[in-house]
């Protein structure tokens, strides 16, 4: 009887399958981006968009041949049995997206597991470990304010009870849309088990490969990641009568914090990879004629050093309460998220680098500058993940993000030959 544990050279990935799946899949939550007419992607973590995706991979996974579970989270986890009960080899990311999102970021690593399960299925082949793929709640964290939130809590370093009593920005909190859109599952949200190994394909949402001519990357981390929420508050005064030695301006203390951040960030002090935004400013009352009183405001601090990170996060700090006083505002400042540098396993990266070689791959080492779900399996399990170059400057969290047929395929590839040695 022919080994049905084929380690053989190369298992076939279906392209065209693969990409059916993703296009299929940016239908779901598809809008016209107004600026450049472009179809992107708004599946914003736990909305009805997002709840429409989840039932349609959690139906392929179904019709894959997945034993699909929920856990108390809403992450959702495929299984396909192993021929022995080991710890499971694992892999998977996100299918919620930014509002402005494209067809690839998250979604190519959720389908490219499935792609690997069904290659699997289609050559027969069995493996001595259980194999999991899933998709996991609001990695984003565009919503609710935390990134990585699902596989925080599967992995540990955020508890399930903070994680259901976070809320969005019109107070609605996690636990009640998951009830609302039938995902709060009740398997355990925890890992009982640690995973094998867990391995991530992601599109690279940055410049690096496709400047470098390679084909494919092996991520060696992710860098630290802190966000902050900076609540101003003032005086509304009226804009004609108040001399401006009187006012207490919100948006004036809202916009020294902006530029402050910038110069932060390009002044060198904190290396060349130190990047600052303010990605969102809710104003009050945002009228032309009243100086606003309250403005709230967001500040993302990244850093590929934990260190530098922290002493630029206390620059900030130091800096918001001498513009408090100067300008007689008062600002409170909440931590809202932060991760760590993470760093994957280098026997993993040894692996794929050795698979992207044999299947005649350029490949280049490259530290992620975006977050991702991998990072924290990272801190329980060997952890390695997979880049697939964007296109067109890397650009992403925009629906000009692209990345090839081809690129995308490499990246299966891979991933199938890894897991199929991990998982045999
Ligand atoms: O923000 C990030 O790095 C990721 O897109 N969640
Ligand atoms: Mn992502
Ligand atoms: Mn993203």
Same mark, same amino acid.
């Given at each position: 009887m022919r080994d049905s544990r084929r380690r053989g050279p190369d298992l076939r990935v279906d392209k065209e399958r693969l990409w059916k799946s993703l296009m299929s899949l940016a239908q779901v939550g598809a809008y016209t981006d107004q600026a450049t007419g472009l179809r992107g992607v708004n599946r914003l973590a736990l909305t009805d968009a997002d709840a429409q995706g989840r039932r349609l991979v959690s139906r392929w996974f179904e019709e894959a041949g997945l034993e699909v579970r929920v856990d108390q989270i809403g992450n959702v986890i495929g299984r396909r049995a192993g021929?022995?009960?080991?710890a499971p080899l694992m892999s998977g990311s996100h299918i919620d997206s930014v509002?402005?999102?494209?067809?690839?970021?998250?979604a190519l690593g959720v389908l490219g597991a499935l792609e690997v399960v069904r290659s699997f299925n289609d050559a027969g082949v069995e493996t001595r470990r259980p194999i999991e793929i899933g998709f996991f709640t609001? +990695? +984003?964290?565009?919503?609710?304010?935390?990134?990585?939130l699902g596989s925080g809590v599967l992995a540990g370093r955020i508890s399930l009870a903070e994680a259901l009593a976070k809320g969005d @920005?019109?107070?609605?909190?996690v636990a009640d849309e998951l009830a609302r859109i039938g995902?709060?599952?009740?398997? #355990?949200?925890?890992?009982e088990q640690a995973p094998a190994a867990f391995i991530e394909l992601h599109v690279?949402?940055? #410049?690096l490969l496709m400047a470098a001519g390679a084909d494919l990357g092996v991520v060696t981390g992710v860098q630290a990641i802190a966000w902050r929420e900076l609540v101003i508050t003032g005086k509304s005064a009226h804009a004609g009568t108040t001399p401006m030695s009187l006012r207490r301006d919100a948006m004036l203390a809202a916009s020294r914090v902006v530029t402050f951040a910038h110069d932060m960030a390009t002044s060198g002090r904190y290396g060349e990879h130190m990047r600052a935004t303010v990605g969102r400013v809710d104003l009050y009352?945002?009228?032309?004629?009243i100086v606003p009183s309250r403005a709230l405001l967001t500040v993302d601090l990244r850093n590929p050093d934990d260190l530098v990170l922290r002493a630029a996060e206390g620059a900030l700090e130091a800096y918001v309460s001498e513009l408090a006083s100067e300008l007689g505002v008062v600002i409170t400042s909440r931590v809202t998220a932060r991760t760590g540098a993470a760093h994957f396993d280098g026997g993993l990266q040894r692996l794929l680098a050795r698979h992207m070689d044999e299947c005649g791959y350029r490949h280049q080492r490259v530290l992620s500058g975006a977050g991702h779900d991998a990072q924290e399996f990272a801190s329980r399990c060997p952890t390695a993940m997979i880049f697939v170059p964007s296109m067109?400057?890397?650009?992403?969290?925009?629906? @000009?993000e692209y990345s090839t047929i081809e690129a995308c395929e490499a990246g299966v590839r891979v991933l199938a030959r890894a897991m199929l040695e991990l998982a045999c």
């Amino acid at each position: 009887m022919r080994d049905s544990r084929r380690r053989g050279p190369d298992l076939r990935v279906d392209k065209e399958r693969l990409w059916k799946s993703l296009m299929s899949l940016a239908q779901v939550g598809a809008y016209t981006d107004q600026a450049t007419g472009l179809r992107g992607v708004n599946r914003l973590a736990l909305t009805d968009a997002d709840a429409q995706g989840r039932r349609l991979v959690s139906r392929w996974f179904e019709e894959a041949g997945l034993e699909v579970r929920v856990d108390q989270i809403g992450n959702v986890i495929g299984r396909r049995a192993g021929v022995e009960d080991l710890a499971p080899l694992m892999s998977g990311s996100h299918i919620d997206s930014v509002p402005t999102g494209g067809a690839f970021d998250g979604a190519l690593g959720v389908l490219g597991a499935l792609e690997v399960v069904r290659s699997f299925n289609d050559a027969g082949v069995e493996t001595r470990r259980p194999i999991e793929i899933g998709f996991f709640t609001d +990695e +984003e964290g565009a919503r609710f304010g935390t990134d990585m939130l699902g596989s925080g809590v599967l992995a540990g370093r955020i508890s399930l009870a903070e994680a259901l009593a976070k809320g969005d @920005r019109d107070g609605v909190r996690v636990a009640d849309e998951l009830a609302r859109i039938g995902f709060a599952g009740s398997s #355990p949200a925890t890992l009982e088990q640690a995973p094998a190994a867990f391995i991530e394909l992601h599109v690279e949402q940055g #410049p690096l490969l496709m400047a470098a001519g390679a084909d494919l990357g092996v991520v060696t981390g992710v860098q630290a990641i802190a966000w902050r929420e900076l609540v101003i508050t003032g005086k509304s005064a009226h804009a004609g009568t108040t001399p401006m030695s009187l006012r207490r301006d919100a948006m004036l203390a809202a916009s020294r914090v902006v530029t402050f951040a910038h110069d932060m960030a390009t002044s060198g002090r904190y290396g060349e990879h130190m990047r600052a935004t303010v990605g969102r400013v809710d104003l009050y009352p945002n009228r032309v004629n009243i100086v606003p009183s309250r403005a709230l405001l967001t500040v993302d601090l990244r850093n590929p050093d934990d260190l530098v990170l922290r002493a630029a996060e206390g620059a900030l700090e130091a800096y918001v309460s001498e513009l408090a006083s100067e300008l007689g505002v008062v600002i409170t400042s909440r931590v809202t998220a932060r991760t760590g540098a993470a760093h994957f396993d280098g026997g993993l990266q040894r692996l794929l680098a050795r698979h992207m070689d044999e299947c005649g791959y350029r490949h280049q080492r490259v530290l992620s500058g975006a977050g991702h779900d991998a990072q924290e399996f990272a801190s329980r399990c060997p952890t390695a993940m997979i880049f697939v170059p964007s296109m067109y400057d890397g650009i992403s969290h925009n629906p @000009r993000e692209y990345s090839t047929i081809e690129a995308c395929e490499a990246g299966v590839r891979v991933l199938a030959r890894a897991m199929l040695e991990l998982a045999c």
